[in-house]
């Protein structure tokens, strides 16, 4: 049994894993309050996978909205706001890449978690359309797609995901679900600019900053939507 701390808990994690035909759900937390957009979870990914420019496994948004009004008397009122959301692929229960996959090569592992089999992938792109967070690309170079895998090499050993490993603030954590809804007793699947988590019930469990919870009721936008579009020439 490894462990690790995370946010000051203490966890056991089993390296052994499921038994085989056991599969058990892993996802990821994200604590919201904490993440400062750093971008060292996106660098860790990239170099681990050895990822050329423009391709991103994980990726930062930065959410702006609010405004600021000077009133007749010279007075500045600002109700802005800005935060940040590390995201990847969040092996859902309910994965819609692996629904409209063709050929089975998007597919749950052994470990539950979402990844692609390159042997039947044919570069349909149907994952890419399908997945609402767009986890899923088209790999310009291979003609098939990819995307995080949940470190499952790093996982069936017992050790966590190198995003994890690498956040300086421990704003991310990886582990069972009824684990990490734990956490905190906010624990949220949604967080704008993301669709809806009941579409397909992802294993994302969100601590909610302060600023998160003003933009579920007010209208804001994604401030870097160039940075975070796979295959981008830079």
Do not use: W
């Not at 994200?30 to 750093?38: A, H, P, V």
């Not at 496994?57 to 009004?69: P, Q, T």
């Not at 579409?199 to 998160?212: D, E, H, K």
């Amino acid at each position: 049994v490894a462990f690790c701390v995370r946010l000051g808990v203490f966890h056991a994690y089993n390296g052994t894993m499921a038994k085989k035909g056991e599969a058990l759900a892993r996802g990821f937390y994200f604590d919201n309050t904490r993440c400062t957009g750093c971008r060292t979870c996106v660098m860790a990914c990239a170099d681990y996978r050895d990822l050329p420019l423009g391709r991103a496994y994980r990726r930062v948004i930065d959410y702006e909205g609010g405004s600021c009004k000077v009133d007749s008397r010279g007075l500045v009122h600002a109700d802005a706001y800005a935060y940040h959301v590390s995201l990847s692929c969040n092996h859902c229960e309910r994965p819609e890449c692996v629904h409209v996959c063709p050929t089975g090569a998007m597919h749950k592992n052994e470990l539950d978690l979402v990844c692609v089999d390159a042997k039947k992938c044919i570069g349909c792109g149907y994952c890419t359309m399908a997945c609402p967070y767009h986890a899923p690309s088209i790999d310009p170079f291979s003609r098939q797609s990819s995307k995080c895998d949940g470190c499952s090499d790093r996982v069936s050993e017992g050790k966590l995901p190198i995003c994890v490993e690498a956040c300086p603030l421990r704003a991310l954590t990886f582990g069972r679900p009824d684990e990490l809804r734990g956490l905190s007793e906010d624990v949220s699947s949604d967080i704008m600019p993301l669709p809806d988590s009941s579409y397909t019930s992802p294993n994302f469990f969100v601590r909610l900053s302060p600023a998160a919870r003003e933009a579920l009721e007010a209208k804001g936008f994604i401030a870097n939507p160039a940075e975070i579009e796979n295959n981008r020439e830079v």
